[in-house]
T-cell receptor, first 113, second 114 residues
Framework: GENVEQHPSTLSVQEGDSAVIKCTYS??????FPWYKQELGKRPQLIID?????GEKKDQRIAVTLNKTAKHFSLHITETQPEDSAVYFC????????????FGTGTSLTVIP | NAGVTQTPKFRILKIGQSMTLQCTQD?????MYWYRQDPGMGLKLIYY???????DKGEVPNGYNVSRSTTEDFPLRLELAAPSQTSVYFC?????????????FGPGTRLTVL
């Protein structure tokens, strides 16, 4: 099955700096890559996703890039704010009926005011 | 529109006891999933369902059972609870075929087995 690895496991940045989290996947058939944010004690919530037919997607301060050849994708957060502090999970899936999502082990991001 | 609801929020079980974690959705999503999240770890898939009457095992199904008799409900059954099942359990549903094909998570059930 798919194997998703995520780095780093913890990340601290100064407020206003950028944060980058990287994930690799093993199954070349995977074609859908969502990113989730989980605040302490809360449920994971989707923040951005990308499909394999595009290389980059942006939503305000958040962007995701995908390199299908190298089988890796990254989350970029610019102008970080304290409320960005949370655990971020990447996932990989084959976008078709009911297929499983395989999650990375998470990155705990702390934004220092 | 409540989305995905889970009950109970918290539960403490003794070793060997059984319980059912409830998951209900009102979004008419065909696909439903059960995950467990151990402290400081990612989400591991236990079981999933692509529609009423159809279920399949995920990565970590041992010690659990599921059923899906309706679109709305996807209960997870723990038989003979063990300390290794101490975790937070999330139910999720998924759209399919639309512009945003992703999972929507319930609030979670925190289970402790002593």
């Amino acid at each position: 099955g798919e194997n998703v690895e995520q780095h780093p496991s913890t990340l601290s940045v100064q407020e206003g700096d950028s944060a980058v989290i990287k994930c690799t996947y093993s199954d070349s058939a995977s074609n859908y890559f969502p990113w989730y944010k989980q605040e302490l004690g809360k449920r994971p919530q989707l923040i951005i996703d990308i499909r394999s037919n595009v290389g980059e997607k942006k939503d305000q301060r958040i962007a995701v890039t995908l390199n299908k050849t190298a089988k890796h994708f990254s989350l970029h957060i610019t102008e970080t704010q304290p409320e960005d502090s949370a655990v971020y999970f990447c996932a990989a899936s084959i976008w078709s009926a009911g297929n499983q999502f395989y999650f990375g082990t998470g990155t705990s991001l702390t934004v220092i005011p | 529109n409540a989305g995905v609801t889970q009950t109970p929020k918290f539960r403490i079980l003794k070793i060997g006891q059984s319980m059912t974690l409830q998951c209900t959705q009102d979004m008419n999503h065909n696909y439903m999933y059960w995950y467990r999240q151990d402290p400081g770890m990612g989400l591991k898939l236990i079981y999933y369902s692509v529609g009423a009457g159809i279920t399949d095992k995920g990565e970590v199904p041992n010690g659990y059972n599921v059923s899906r008799s309706t679109t709305e409900d996807f209960p997870l059954r723990l038989e003979l609870a063990a300390p290794s099942q101490t975790s937070v359990y999330f139910c999720a549903t998924r759209t399919a075929g639309g512009p945003t094909d992703t999972q929507y998570f319930g609030p979670g059930t925190r289970l402790t087995v002593l």
